[in-house]
């Protein structure tokens, strides 16, 4: 005999008892359709969740790529700084260079690397109290610039995989050199300071400027001669300036020379003391006389265009114990 099949009755109720609706179905049919509507509402649930993680995620990203954004300007900031210190580092050093130079506190080795044939002065004492200064590797571990991984040395040839992780790496390393360049720049200058405080005489009567304000037109060396077209020493630089521009002194001295030279023509020497002399040639006019005393930015001549000259400029030499040397290499106001 058959069983009757189990049904269930589903009644919708409006506010008008007419519009009452009744709907039989099997069991099985509602589990079937209770099942598939809440697949449908997981599934939608986890539509919502996964739009709403996406929208948060998106405006996280753009919160992101503006902090990207930010960050390469200050990373271009700070690297516009950083060669504006590496600069002013270099500067420094080709000063401190020119002034060791000048008062003979070069190191051993300065003639190899300056091609200085004399020295200036008496024979100066290496500072003593060098050594007891904080050596660079004690300053750079007691002061890090960043704790942190050793970065990429791109100096010895390390690569790094993204360009933003070389770029920071870069930089890293540009900092810690130019902190280490920093604090052996400043014990070196230290070290001058404290051999030139009891030598401001020898400073005072040293050539450390141009006597002229003007480009440097020929500069010392062997060049083609442009009177005869043979190979010969320029034994000085030339400032191309015009004719009547006053010449000064680029120190303290005496006059030794001022009169006619058949090479030279109008021309100056002024003997600074320690062996040091300076010469100004193709003068057209001569305001100072032999033995006459002159101090640093006196007026001493006028340029011009006389004796062996293709045109008007000054001839500017120094010379050491004799022996012309690179006046370049005492200017302080310009490479």
């Not at 060669?83 to 190191?107: C, H, Y």
């Not at 070389?166 to 360049?181: M, P, Q």
């Not at 480009?215 to 191309?240: C, E, M, T």
């Not at 690179?326 to 106001?333: G, H, K, S, T």
Request: aromatic letters at 8%.
């Amino acid at each position: 005999m058959n069983q009757p099949r189990k049904t269930i009755t589903l009644y919708f109720v409006t506010n008008d008892e007419a519009q009452t609706k009744k709907i039989v179905m099997p069991v099985s049919y509602f589990k079937i359709s209770a099942f598939i509507l809440a697949v449908v509402v997981i599934s939608l649930l986890a539509g919502l969740i996964d739009y709403f993680g996406l929208l948060a995620q998106s405006i996280e990203n753009k919160k992101l790529k503006i902090e990207n954004i930010n960050l390469q300007k200050q990373f271009q900031v700070v690297e516009t700084k950083l060669d504006t210190l590496q600069s002013a580092l270099e500067r420094v050093g080709m000063v401190t260079n020119k002034l060791k130079l000048i008062t003979d506190t070069q190191m051993k080795d300065r003639s190899e690397r300056l091609s200085f044939p004399a020295q200036i002065g008496p024979e100066a004492t290496p500072s003593q109290q060098a050594g007891e200064r904080m050596s660079t590797d004690d300053f750079i571990q007691q002061e890090p610039l960043i704790i942190g991984e050793n970065p990429v040395n791109t100096f010895k040839g390390e690569l790094a995989t993204e360009k933003s992780v070389a770029n920071y790496s870069t930089l890293v390393i540009r900092i810690n050199e130019a902190v280490k360049d920093s604090a052996l720049k400043e014990q070196s200058v230290i070290e001058l300071w404290e051999m030139l405080s009891d030598r401001q005489s020898l400073l005072s009567s040293t050539p450390n400027v141009k006597p002229a304000r003007g480009p440097i037109g020929s500069r010392f060396g062997y060049r083609i001669d442009p009177i005869n077209g043979k190979q010969k020493l320029h034994a000085g630089v030339d400032i191309a300036v015009s004719p009547g521009t006053p010449v000064r002194s680029p120190a303290d001295g005496v006059v030794s020379f001022a009169g006619w030279d058949e090479f030279y023509g109008k021309l100056v020497s002024i003997d600074h003391g320690y062996g040091v002399l300076t010469r100004y040639a193709h003068n057209s006019q001569i305001y100072v006389q032999v033995g006459q005393k002159v101090s640093k930015f006196d007026v001493i001549s006028a340029t011009g265009n006389t004796g062996r000259s293709t045109g008007p400029h000054l001839h500017y030499e120094v010379r050491v114990n004799g022996i012309p040397v690179n006046p370049m290499n005492y200017i302080l106001d310009e490479e």
